[in-house]
């Protein structure tokens, strides 16, 4: 099984500010990780697939990078409607994995 | 409009059995891949387990291998979840998703679409 280590599990930041969140997979899986976001009681909505292909609608400071093992979700001026968790997943191989999560919170 | 709305979820003693239903509509569900993913209160997202297209292919996480079937049917656009032996631990919102990969027997490209997930609660 691919282990999907995120990181930082929480963070705190002020509008306007850059976030950025990193996803480190235990084994090569390519560019098959994908990003969500989840507000509280709404369920995920895919933001960027294939890591770095934004999903339709989604606003352009949100962006992906990153290939092999190491991944990265960046925001690019936080704005109040970003508060959220955010999930790494792979569809390498099965079974798939997401990551634990990372809260976003709006200072 | 796309629609996956998943129902038969409620509460059920350890070592029942229940069975998850999601009837989607308005994406072709014949051509896609389907997930089922679950998130324990307050938790993280859990993936549980994936079919093909044709049901040719399926996978499951071990958390819930041998337990849990998932099968579909298409004539009737519906995702199934067999849920058996049922234990505290599978208290969840369970999520039945769409994969974005068009007509592939087990090549993935991950959820894309997601319904509004049924409340599964296991308890005494």
């Known amino acids: 099984e691919i282990v999907l280590t995120q990181s930082p599990e929480f963070q705190s930041v002020t509008p306007k500010e850059k976030v950025t969140i990193t996803c480190r997979a235990s084994q090569n899986i390519g560019t098959e990780l994908h990003w969500f976001q989840q507000r509280a009681g709404q369920s995920p909505k895919v933001l960027i697939q294939y890591a770095s292909h934004s999903s339709s609608g989604v606003p352009s400071r949100f962006s992906g990078s990153g290939t092999g093992t190491d991944f990265t979700l960046t925001i690019n001026g936080l704005e109040a409607e970003d508060a959220a968790s955010y999930y790494c997943h792979q569809s390498s191989s099965f079974p798939q994995t997401f990551g634990q999560g990372t809260k976003v919170e709006i200072k | 409009q796309v629609q996956l709305v998943a129902s038969g979820g409620g509460v059920v003693h350890p070592g029942g059995s229940l069975r998850l239903s999601c009837s989607v509509s308005g994406l072709n569900f014949t051509d896609f891949g389907m997930h089922w993913v679950r998130q324990a209160p307050g938790k993280g997202l859990e993936w549980v387990s994936f079919?093909?297209?044709?049901?040719?292919?399926?996978s499951s996480a071990d958390s819930v291998k041998g337990r849990f079937v998932i099968s579909r049917d298409n004539s009737g656009n519906t995702l199934f979840l067999q849920m058996n032996d049922l234990r505290r631990g599978d208290t969840a919102v369970y999520y039945c998703?769409?994969?974005?990969?068009?007509?592939?027997?087990?090549?993935?490209?991950?959820?894309?679409?997601w319904g509004q997930g049924t409340l599964v609660t296991v308890s005494s």
């Open positions: 998703t769409r994969d974005g990969m068009w007509r592939s027997s087990s090549k993935s490209a991950g959820p894309d679409y």
């Open positions: 079919i093909s297209y044709d049901g040719s292919f399926r």
